[in-house]
């Protein structure tokens, strides 16, 4: 799991004492060295080298300061900063800052509430399981920042996570399966006549075809009986209406469609007799 890179300073992460702050760069002496004139006077190296650029005497004092080597290294206040208590970094929210500026926001509930002496900040860091990592599936396109120890969590419900259709079994990801699970063809959904389970695909079918709760028309209906009825209640229609006069409806217009039928096949076998 990728970690993310994080950016921080470490006078963000506790009330430091003056002392161990340079008054020239306003920046902690911390993985820095501090020198110092002959009357005590501290500043880090980087800040010394600079300022003897331009003057060669102690900012504070004025006195004389002919070369960087004239002062003297003072591993005190360096080693007394190293016992400074501070907050882990991952306490914060933001801690990958997408803007500089940005102010760091305390995260009480899933940031890390550890307070660590500064020399042991580097190797608390490394191994913090409130660090922050990429998702498993951030090649998919999740951009989520994750805390190591939330990452099941996350993955668990991650969007982009793929997962097989349990009616279909093709693969798709969680931000689309609920839309998926709408139109899946194998899909079980219930008929809305019998409440049978049936598959999306051939529901249609079962309703034009096999369900008995379906209302339908009687098989007579061209020949008068407008009647509905439930498929299932199909065989009881037949046996309790009487059908007679549609019966002799039907066989009146058989009669008269067989009537035309004859004349047709007069005139045709006439036809045909011409053409010979
Ligand atoms: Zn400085
Ligand atoms: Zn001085
Ligand atoms: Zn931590
Ligand atoms: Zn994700
Ligand atoms: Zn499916
Ligand atoms: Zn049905
Ligand atoms: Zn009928």
Redesign the pocket.
Known sequence: MSRLPIEYNVSELSEFDESFVCHICFDTYYKKEVYQCKKGHCYCEECWKESLKNKKECMQCRTQVNSFHELSRNTEVERLLLKTWVHCPYFFRNIIRVDESEKLIEDNSSGCNEIIILEKLDNHIENCSFRFVKCKYHEKGCKDKIRYNQNEIHISKCEYRSLN?K??S?VYLLKTIEQ?YLE?P??LIDCKECNEKIKREEMDKHLDKECQEVIISCKFLQFGCNDKIKRKNLENHFDQTNHTKHFSTAIERLSTTIEHLNIKNNQLSISIKELN
């Open positions: 259709c009616y279909c093709n998926h899946c194998s899909m």
